[in-house]
């Protein structure tokens, strides 16, 4: 559409070299593009070397180091790898960042769901749906403070409604079995939005005449969605929960700014912990040991959920 | 053109029988619809309301859904106008943070990111869409193969990185690590390179147009929504970054909205939380992002599940 626009300026200065053309055009199909391509290409690859391939080795390498920050890091083979596997806080914070993972992506994956299928059969409204992405647009300290003062044990809101209904003050971020769960769930009202949006995008896919079909047939929209949106929208689904698990695993944000780790290390997540290690205790060897581990784990869960869900598939014929 | 890129199958948007008589099912699936929408906005009003209250007469009355003692000081001590004295008689730290400034740091980090990423990610895509060179697709295959490595194990090393560069506590220190590219950025726009139409292409070249030509006079502007897109949610992305700035920044100079929001969070004066400033500075932190997505609602909305799936 914008093409007609651009050409006619492009025709000026050419029509003196027009003969030219096609013998540049043969030279450049016998070599390719190779040094405009190097061109193009380099700001990007610069990027992709120095901040992305470069810092993945080295992080691998500082790992079996013991490193400050202030002397060259030393090499002392496995020592942080030993010390991780018999460090009791190492695998709470593994337990702990792995029952936030449950939670928030079980929930958050039920609700986007439940929204996803709601916008489509109900209603399209495109105003729905940007109101239900806006918690997304704030940052995850932004949603943490908000919900940090809606759930406050004395001043809270949330509270003032919870004993309004007759039920004792719960002391949400300040408990110890509260907080992990609480987290969790600031965390599914900020991105559940997003999620919705993505599951919304994977039913648009479905051919609309299924559903009509099986109306026609008298199937209620419970069965519909058993047996048309499940089975169909699955390769989506499978993509979408591969990313929020990945993201959710690196929880920070909001536990640095609502609880800090505590009470008493309960929501002191893998992330949480790392960032510690290296920046409170100056561990940088450790700290990249624990991050090689959640790498690891990571990639096994992506693999895992990759097989199990036949992502790359679809049963859409 | 661009428009049918961006939906997947319009006609699904169309021609679905909305208008059906009122059954049970339906004013149920409403009514969790409304709720859903409750508890999405609810929590803004409720910043808001608290931010325009007085600390004391949050205090005094805790479920008042209207603004306690209706006032702006809230948004005065999160903007470093009141004198530390003053603050503290109103129940805030007095600690003289500069929001203005620190939304000035995020205007600058967030605009360079979102500049040069997408520009230079634009370049990469095409080259791996539109251009023929030898090891084409194995290069492109190391790019993707850097989409599995998660953000946060690069966070460490490249923080290792900025220091020797001694650009810790700078906002460039903050930018650079994501100037260059995504690998998400480079897949997502070279998907939309190849589906522009080779002839498109052609007809530029017999005009005697060059590849560079074509790539800012045809190539972009056929891709401007997808563009536009993923932008905005750069913008977005980069604005709400707090991990990578808390790591990177120390002092006033470089400190972006994030970071300061948590450190106001975390002066907590003696008396209790500064509710009423902090809810006024969150208001601060948020409301330049809300302004973007209402500018770009219709078309993020419409377009967000190619920025997600690929």
């Not at chain 1, 390498?61 to 020592?79: C, H, I, K, M, Q």
């Not at chain 1, 958050?108 to 647009?137: D, E, F, K, N």
């Not at chain 2, 000035?104 to 895509?125: H, R």
Request: positive net charge; glycine residues 8%.
């Amino acid at each position: 559409m914008t093409v007609a626009s651009s050409s006619p300026p492009s025709r000026l200065p050419l029509s003196g070299a027009k003969a030219v053309v096609p013998t540049r055009k043969a030279k450049a199909r016998a070599r390719g593009d190779g040094a405009l391509a190097a061109v193009f290409i380099a700001p990007a690859m610069l990027g992709f070397l120095v901040f992305l391939l470069w810092p993945t080795l080295r992080g691998i390498y500082l790992s079996f180091t013991r490193f400050n920050l202030l002397t060259p890091a030393e090499w002392v083979g496995l020592d942080n790898y030993v010390r991780m596997v018999n460090d009791p806080i190492f695998w709470n914070s593994l337990t702990v960042t792995v029952e936030y993972v449950v939670i928030n992506i079980g929930v958050q994956t039920v609700a986007a769901l439940a929204i996803a299928v709601l916008l489509q059969r109900l209603t399209q409204s495109a105003l729905l749906r940007g109101i239900v992405l806006t918690p997304y647009l704030m940052s995850n300290v932004v949603a943490g403070l908000v919900w940090l003062w809606i759930l406050d044990t004395q001043l809270g809101i949330g509270n003032e409604i919870i004993t309004a209904l007759g039920a004792d003050r719960i002391p949400f971020l300040a408990d110890e079995t509260w907080a992990i769960p609480t987290i969790a769930l600031i965390n599914v009202w900020r991105h559940v939005g997003y999620t919705a949006l993505l599951l919304f995008a994977g039913l648009q896919a479905i051919p609309n005449h299924l559903y009509e079909a099986a109306r026609v047939d008298g199937a209620s929209e419970w069965r519909m969605f058993w047996r048309i949106t499940m089975p169909l929208l699955r390769p989506v689904l499978a993509v979408v929960l591969i990313m929020t698990v990945i993201g959710s695993f690196q929880v920070f944000d909001t536990v640095a700014v609502t609880t800090a780790g505590g009470p008493a290390n309960a929501t002191n997540v893998l992330q949480y912990y790392i960032y510690g290690s290296a920046f409170g205790r100056f561990q940088f060897g450790y700290a990249s040991a624990m991050s090689v581990a959640l790498l690891v784990v990571l990639s096994a869960i992506t693999i895992l959920q990759y097989r199990l869900t036949r992502a790359g598939q679809t049963d859409l014929g | 053109m661009a428009a049918v890129a961006t939906s997947p199958t319009p006609t699904t948007t169309t021609g679905r029988p909305v208008r059906r008589r009122f059954s049970p099912g339906k004013a149920a699936a409403w009514t969790v619809m409304g709720l859903i929408v409750l508890i999405t906005l609810l929590p803004f009003y409720w910043i808001l309301r608290t931010a325009l209250s007085t600390n004391a007469g949050l205090g005094a009355d805790p479920t008042n859904p209207l603004p306690v003692d209706l006032t702006g000081t809230g948004f005065e001590r999160a903007l470093g106008l009141q004198s530390a004295k003053e603050a503290v008689a109103q129940g805030g730290a007095g600690g003289g943070l500069d929001f203005w400034r620190y939304l000035l740091n995020s205007v600058i980090v967030s605009t360079l990111i979102t500049g040069c990423q997408i520009f230079f990610s634009a370049m990469a895509a095409y080259a791996f869409s539109r251009l023929r060179w030898r090891g084409r697709d194995a290069v492109f295959g190391l790019f993707l193969a850097g989409l599995m490595v998660p953000t946060i194990f690069t966070l460490l090393p490249n923080f290792v990185l900025i220091k020797q560069l001694h650009l810790v506590d700078t906002l460039l220190g903050i930018a650079l690590p994501s100037l260059f590219m995504t690998p998400f950025a480079v897949f997502f726009l070279r998907q939309f390179f190849m589906n522009i139409p080779q002839e498109v292409e052609e007809a530029a070249l017999l005009d005697g147009a060059g590849k560079v030509r074509i790539f800012f006079r045809v190539i972009l502007p056929m891709a401007s929504t997808p563009i536009i897109t993923l932008s905005v949610l750069t913008y977005i992305t980069s604005w709400n970054d707090y991990f990578w700035p808390l790591m990177v920044s120390y002092s006033d100079s470089s400190r972006v909205l994030t970071v300061a929001l948590a450190i106001f969070r975390a002066q907590t004066p003696a008396t209790g939380v500064d509710w009423s400033g902090l809810t006024a500075a969150t208001l601060i932190a948020a409301l330049p992002m809300l302004v973007l997505f209402a500018c770009f609602a219709r078309r993020i909305v419409s377009s967000i599940g190619f920025t997600g799936i690929k």
